[in-house]
């Protein structure tokens, strides 16, 4: 993890374990930088990650302010995962498949990989507080995501990608869908047939631009709901 995204983190964990509110004044970059003993463009540089993921907002001549939704428990679209938005619920997932396999057409596409190389598949359901949150299959470049196993893929996925394998998670394409739920899917999510359902598919890309995770999502209309965040607009 490189030095910007290290203090990030540190920042975000800040604002989190002391719950501050939308609008607290960050530390001034002088403060910041010596707090973390790092340069100018350091400080700057992870100031502008945690703006872009909605965290922080900039006032010209006024400094660094916290910015939060005030709504617990809705799904964020532009977050990697359920963590942030979910911490105060109990998360947990059953995996109902997990197998090395060859790629389908669309899944080679999506992760820009041949036919005959390896991708791990993996199908499992997510809970909150016990309830059935979502259906997911997730299709891992294997070139990339080298190993997973039952305990890592009943826990989070993406942190062991980022703190296990080392690898940097950079951004990802979603597409998003209103569907009904077919007999399968009904069954899994404890719903009927013909349910309705946000179907979400989404790549996951590194930070230098190779996708690594193709993913669809089915989520459960009656535990689920999202925000979506804006960090600017263009006329």
């Keep these: 993890m ?32 010596s707090q973390y003993k790092t340069s100018k463009s350091t400080v700057i540089k992870a100031l502008s990650l945690l703006e872009r993921k909605g965290l922080v907002y900039q006032v010209r001549g006024s400094g660094i302010f916290v ?30 498949e997990l197998d090395i396999q060859k790629p389908s057409a669309e899944v080679a596409f999506n992760l820009k990989i041949d036919p005959e190389d390896d991708v791990y598949y993996v199908k499992r359901i997510r809970y909150i507080n016990g309830q059935t949150l979502c259906l997911e299959e997730s299709y891992y470049n294997k070139a990339i ?30 597409y998003v869908h209103i569907q009904k739920l077919d007999e399968n899917e009904a069954q899994h999510l404890g719903l009927q047939t013909g349910d309705p359902k946000l179907f979400v598919e989404t790549i996951f890309y590194l930070n230098n631009g190779l996708p ?9 209309y009656e535990q689920s709901q999202f925000f979506f965040q804006s960090t600017g607009y263009s006329l």
């Design 67 to 96: 910015r939060r939704h005030n709504r617990k428990g809705y799904i964020s679209f532009s977050n990697q995962g359920f963590s942030d938005e979910l911490s105060g619920f109990d998360i947990t997932a059953k995996v109902l």
């Design 2 to 33: 490189l030095k910007y995204q290290q203090i990030a983190n540190e920042i975000q964990q800040d604002i989190e374990k002391n719950d501050l509110p939308q609008g607290t004044k960050l530390p001034v970059l002088e403060t910041l930088m």
């Design 212 to 220: 690594f995770d193709f993913s669809r999502i089915s989520y459960n």
């Design 145 to 174: 995501v080298t190993y997973l196993n039952n305990e890592i893929a009943t826990g989070s996925i993406f942190d062991y990608i980022s703190n296990g394998l080392g690898a940097k998670i950079g951004f990802s394409d979603m």
